[in-house]
């Protein structure tokens, strides 16, 4: 068997010149940025400037226009690459929390680990009900989603994420769909993992989990990585005009 080309050492995530384009709409222009294993990346902007998509090319969940991904060592844009191979290696959490709806919790932590790892239903269901222990659901997991709150639902989304046993977790917005009182419950299962070492990249509002977690923040504007630092960096002293008026509009 053909082996695969090893690229990018230690770092787990790779994007060279990386553009999006849909249609007339140039949404990604020219994107360079590697993320170390183990490193917390927060990505924050205006809405509309490009985050979705691109988290979203991390996994291929959309496909650039042009430019490289590698992941894990693998040109994920690369003709003929192991795209779903890399897929179960990085896990995805969104803003609203896709659950299937007429699946327990349990169930919904234990098919994708049997379906596509091919890892037996025993296995999944004791190692889904050690995750659901870790976010505080073990007593919901015969509960159908429709049974549990927002929050409840998300952390389920996560475990469920986690079942897979990822090396990278992308969350895009996990928060931003929660009622106010809901959002803390979650943010502590992120810290939690956060404090794990799996490598994540969050985009989020939430300035405080930044603050807590993040080893780096990056600040995308119209397409454009404007500025990247330490969270000191971002929230005492911005560089960019447009990164203070950001701040200041959601601190
Ligand atoms: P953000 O997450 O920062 O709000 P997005 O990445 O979702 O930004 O969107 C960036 C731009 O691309 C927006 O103008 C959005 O309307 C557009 N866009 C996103 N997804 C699609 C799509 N599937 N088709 C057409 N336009 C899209
Ligand atoms: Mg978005």
Known sequence: MRSLKIIGGHKVILLEGLHKHFGH?????????????????VV?????????????????LEKPSSG??????????????????VRQSVAM????????????????????PTLIKGVSKEEAEVSGMAILERVGLK????????????GQQQRVAIARAL????????????????????????LDVMVDLAH???????????????????????????GEVLETGTPEHFFTNPTHERTKLFLSRIL
């Open 93 to 112: 959490v969104f803003q609203q929390f896709n659950l299937y709806p007429h699946k327990t919790v349990l169930e919904n932590l234990t098919l994708a």
């Open 196 to 222: 794990e070492g799996i490598t994540m990249v969050v985009v989020t509002h939430e300035m405080g989990f930044a603050r807590q977690v993040a080893d780096r923040v990056l600040f995308m504007d119209e």
């Open 163 to 186: 079942n897979m046993k990822p090396k990278i977790m992308l969350f895009d917005e996990p928060t931003s769909a929660l009622d106010p009182e809901m959002i803390q419950e979650v």
């Open 139 to 150: 007593v919901k997991a015969n509960a159908y989603p429709s049974q549990l709150s927002g």
């Open 68 to 85: 490289k991904v590698v992941v894990d060592g693998v040109e994920i844009t690369a003709h003929k690459a192991p795209v779903a191979k």
């Open 44 to 60: 924050i902007g205006p809405s509309g400037s490009g985050k979705s998509t691109l988290i979203r090319c991390m996994n291929l």
């Open 25 to 41: 709409l140039h949404v990604l222009k020219g994107i360079d940025l590697q993320v170390k294993t183990g490193e917390k990346l």
